[in-house]
T-cell receptor
Framework: GAVVSQHPSWVICKSGTSVKIECRSLDFQATTMFWYRQFPKQSLMLMATSNEGSKATYEQGVEKDKFLINHASLTLSTLTVTSAHPEDSSFYIC????????????FGSGTQLSVL | GQQVMQIPQYQHVQEGEDFTTYCNSSTTLSNIQWYKQRPGGHPVFLIQLVKSGEVKKQKRLTFQFGEAKKNSSLHITATQTTDVGTYFCAGPTISGGYNKLIFGAGTRLAVHP
């Protein structure tokens, strides 16, 4: 089956620093990648939709200057949390889709970010 | 905008009991997908339903898609401790020119042995 690798699995950083999270589709080319944020025992909140070679589309209320998304290739998307603050602490998870809009999503294993 | 509602939020059952989670969309869906997320894990695709009134089974799991393609359900027969996790339904939508999935709030299932 299709595999999506997300790295790192967890990260602890100081307030004010930036953190980069990578999402790679290992055995397929992802037409679209999605970034979600999930709080404990809650649903997946879509942050942005990312297509290779174009700017990411952010959901309402998500600061694009705060959460920088780069989709450099069909197999790699990155999310950079800039100037992280404690309220940015959360579980961030990416997913990739390899076909059309009705295709299923393959999720990465997620990144637990803790900002001190 | 389109909303996908899911109930109940949480259910705990004794092992061997049945479990059902329900999903309702504010709009007609072209398809509905179901995912399972184990505690500490990431969502994993379970199934996709496309046709009106469709019913699909995976061992003890039965998935239904409503006639109007606006609601769906997942029923687990004789739950086991391995069924523990959160079950999400998700429906596609187009927004800002992009196709994306809108997830329901999820139903967290606890199974007591």
């Amino acid at each position: 089956g299709a595999v999506v690798s997300q790295h790192p699995s967890w990260v602890i950083c100081k307030s004010g620093t930036s953190v980069k999270i990578e999402c790679r589709s290992l055995d397929f080319q992802a037409t679209t990648m999605f970034w979600y944020r999930q709080f404990p025992k809650q649903s997946l909140m879509l942050m942005a939709t990312s297509n290779e070679g174009s700017k990411a589309t952010y959901e309402q209320g998500v600061e694009k200057d705060k959460f920088l998304i780069n989709h450099a290739s069909l197999t790699l998307s990155t999310l950079t949390v800039t100037s992280a603050h404690p309220e940015d602490s959360s579980f961030y998870i990416c997913s990739a889709r390899r076909g059309g809009p009705n295709e299923k999503l393959f999720f990465g294993s997620g990144t637990q970010l803790s900002v001190l | 905008g389109q909303q996908v509602m899911q109930i109940p939020q949480y259910q705990h059952v004794q092992e061997g009991e049945d479990f059902t989670t329900y999903c309702n969309s504010s709009t007609t869906l072209s398809n509905i997908q179901w995912y399972k997320q184990r505690p500490g894990g990431h969502p994993v695709f379970l199934i996709q339903l496309v046709k009106s009134g469709e019913v699909k089974k995976q061992k003890r799991l039965t998935f239904q898609f409503g006639e109007a393609k606006k609601n769906s359900s997942l029923h687990i027969t004789a739950t086991q401790t391995t069924d523990v996790g959160t079950y999400f339904c998700a429906g596609p939508t187009i927004s800002g020119g992009y196709n994306k999935l809108i997830f329901g709030a999820g139903t967290r299932l606890a199974v007591h042995p």
